[in-house]
């Protein structure tokens, strides 16, 4: 009974190189949502997603982020021609259903480093 | 726009002390309101999760309050332990089930022994 799988945990890029997350939620969960922890922040929500639908993107930044949920597969976040302000720890969660009641389950988060 | 704010944004306790960490946001319109725990370089793990309707939450040796009125929920954490150790996050969710929480920055915990 896993639970919400990120990998890698740590990753280091130099600028410019492209960077790509990947997250697995929880075994029955359609629902994926990211968020970034910059140093000395709160978490932000970046996007939501169900399997092949992006739901709601308002959070992520409008350039070389992008972010998918396959029909088959992990959850991917994306980042090309990564930044040193990129660094942060980016998490994701998945829900069963779209967070109502229910809680959200976090993976233990990829923490990038751009050098 | 909600904002959330924790209050201390640190704290260091002996063992065996109660303690309350506070947080508070400004649209007392919420859906529900949840607290989490994050321990160095983990995800989080959530702790409690009061709906807009409910005054409290009890876990263990935790209780969490809601005062939606006055914009303010408390954490109650009783007889702390060293393993208490960490840094405890509020998030509020909008009414409406918005699925978007806003997130506090959290109080950072230490309790040594």
């Known amino acids: 009974n896993a639970g919400v799988m990120q990998n890698p945990r740590h990753l280091v890029r130099r600028r410019g190189q492209e960077a790509r997350l990947r997250c697995s939620p929880m075994k029955g969960h359609s629902h994926v949502y990211w968020y970034r922890q910059l140093p000395e922040e709160g978490l932000k929500f970046m996007v939501y997603l169900q399997k092949e639908n992006i739901i709601d993107e308002s959070g992520m930044p409008k350039e070389r982020f992008s972010a998918e949920f396959p029909k088959e597969g992990p959850s991917i976040l994306r980042i090309q021609q990564v930044v040193r302000g990129d660094s942060a720890a980016y998490f994701c969660?998945?829900?069963?259903?779209?967070?109502?009641?229910?809680?959200?389950?976090f993976g233990p988060g990829t923490r990038l480093t751009v050098l | 726009k909600q904002e959330v704010t924790q209050i201390p944004a640190a704290l260091s306790v002996p063992e065996g002390e109660n303690l309350v960490l506070n947080c508070s946001f400004t649209?007392?319109?919420?859906?529900?309101l949840q607290w989490f725990r994050q321990d160095p370089g983990k995800g989080l793990t959530s702790l409690l999760l009061i709906q807009s309707s409910q005054r409290e939450q009890t876990s263990g040796r935790l209780n969490a309050s809601l005062d939606k009125s006055s914009g303010r929920s408390t954490l109650y954490i009783a007889a702390s332990q060293p393993g208490d150790s960490a840094t405890y996050l509020c998030?509020?969710?909008?009414?409406?089930?918005?699925?978007?929480?806003?997130f506090g920055r959290g109080t950072s915990l230490i309790v040594h022994p």
């Open positions: 649209d007392s319109a919420i859906y529900n």
């Open positions: 998030a509020v969710r909008g009414a409406g089930g918005s699925y978007i929480p806003t």
């Open positions: 969660a998945s829900s069963q259903r779209q967070l109502e009641a229910d809680t959200q389950y």
